[in-house]
């Protein structure tokens, strides 16, 4: 199976990241090797004001990053053999998102990335729950969807605050825990604000 790729815009991904209040930007994201904390570097995306360790297997391309929708900032990716299986990306989303409209915003956007990602299947939401990124409230919403004869699974997350980011997770198979405990590791890891750079 392979992950869709976030670098071709559609029509469809305008409105479903409005539901986010995402900013889309000309200029390029800002990103850096931080260095390793603990044993893993680090990328650095400056205009989503967050920093996230990259696990173990995973890539990640700066080059790639300035080919990404202007919605997205950064991208680290994890792939084995020709086939992708998991994307993680990270933005910043337009306006303040308060902790009261987490839920709602953040099914709605996660909703609207599934139909573009994988617009001929119909989402199944698995999970919407309260959490906390890098310190700050949030909510991670993750629905699997039939994808070439498997279930893939879709994951984001918003953080609330007044400069609200978001991180969107896609994989390939939603059975895959590997994968998805890595995706957990890069959330559990997310720096953000002042304490990104």
């Known amino acids: 199976m392979r992950t869709p790729s976030p670098k071709t815009p559609a029509p469809r991904l305008w409105a479903g990241l ?23 570097p680090r990328v650095t995306d400056t205009r989503a004001g967050v920093s996230y360790a990259v696990p173990e297997g995973w ?13 997205f900032s950064s991208r680290i990716s994890r792939a084995s053999e020709a086939t992708e299986e998991a994307t993680v990306l990270t933005g910043a989303a337009g306006r303040p ?6 839920r709602r915003t953040a099914e709605g956007a996660a909703r609207s990335n599934a139909a573009f990602f994988f617009p001929d299947a119909a989402p199944t ?19 699997d969807v039939p994808h070439d004869g498997g279930t893939a699974r ?35 890891s997310m720096a953000l604000g002042s304490k990104a750079g």
């Open 18 to 40: 409005a539901a986010l209040g995402v900013t889309v930007a000309c200029a390029g994201a800002a990103l850096s090797w931080s260095g390793p904390v603990g044993d893993r």
């Open 59 to 71: 890539r990640h391309d700066p080059a790639a990053d300035r080919e990404l929708l202007g919605a």
């Open 97 to 102: 998102v308060p902790s009261a409209e987490l």
């Open 125 to 143: 939401v698995t999970e919407s729950r309260r959490t906390e990124l890098g310190g700050r409230p949030a909510h991670t919403v993750a629905l």
């Open 154 to 188: 879709v994951e984001l997350t918003v953080v609330a605050g007044p400069h609200p980011a978001f991180l969107l997770a896609l994989a390939s198979d939603a059975a895959d825990s590997r994968v998805l405990a890595d995706v957990h590791a890069v959330e559990a």
